[in-house]
């Protein structure tokens, strides 16, 4: 099974890709932690996407489908991908029609995640994640068990995003409207399109998410 998970920022799609991968034999595909990781290696892709990351605007359509590309050829054909924060525009909503057909893959769900926008400033400045293992929290919504020690790998260091602060959150917004928003009707038109309430606790949204990929959604 393929999916995208659709929404802006701070909807939770991180959060319910990794859970996905936990309980699904499913792999996360997130281009935004791609595109981290080559910001922190200095390879020639990061150098590119560094300051248009810190911006909040998108990354070109080559370089993210190229990733996308490159990090399909990596998976058994009989993984599960969850596409999450890919694609954004419509360039890379055709890129990625060719890289699955070209691998035999099908598009299964698109699970848009409605949100408040006005919710998301405070998850996402609120938001940290482990230095070691990635496992996401946050101040408010999510905190570690213990405190100062990650649930997953027992870690005490936690870091944030360069992005996640009030002003690079509302370009990221502006650009979610008017790139990726548009791109809905393309995959409405092939049914593919199921709604889920991202303003809900994380665990009532990860049963709506699982009740689409099961079948039993409404
Ligand atoms: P990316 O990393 O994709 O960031 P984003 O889309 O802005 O999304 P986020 O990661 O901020 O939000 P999320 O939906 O994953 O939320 P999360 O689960 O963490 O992209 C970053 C940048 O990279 C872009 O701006 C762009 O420059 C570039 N880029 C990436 N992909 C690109 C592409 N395809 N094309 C071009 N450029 C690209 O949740 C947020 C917080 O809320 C967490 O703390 C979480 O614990 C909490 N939370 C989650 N769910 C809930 C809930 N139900 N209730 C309460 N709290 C919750
Ligand atoms: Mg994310
Ligand atoms: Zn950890």
Redesign the pocket.
Known sequence: MNII?L????????????RLVAERAMVQL????M??AAVKAGTPVGLQ?KA??E???????E??SGI?GEMLDTLGADTGVIF??????AA?ADALDGLLATRGRTLDHVVE?EVDEAA?IE??V???TCAKCGE???????LPKVAGVCDVCGSTEFKR?P??NAD??R??MA??RAKTAPILPIYEARGLVQRVD?????D??SRAIAAVLDGVAG
Do not use: C, N, W
């Open positions: 998970l929404g802006p920022p701070g909807a939770g799609k991180g959060t319910q890709a990794q997130s281009t935004g932690d595109l981290r996407a248009v990351m911006s909040g605007a998108l990354v070109s359509d370089i993210v996308i999450d924060g890919f694609p954004r525009t890379q995640l998301l998850r996402i609120g938001r940290y996401g929290y946050h101040d408010r919504f999510k995003r992005d996640d690079t959150v370009t990221r650009e979610y991202g303003m809900a606790d994380i009532v949204v």
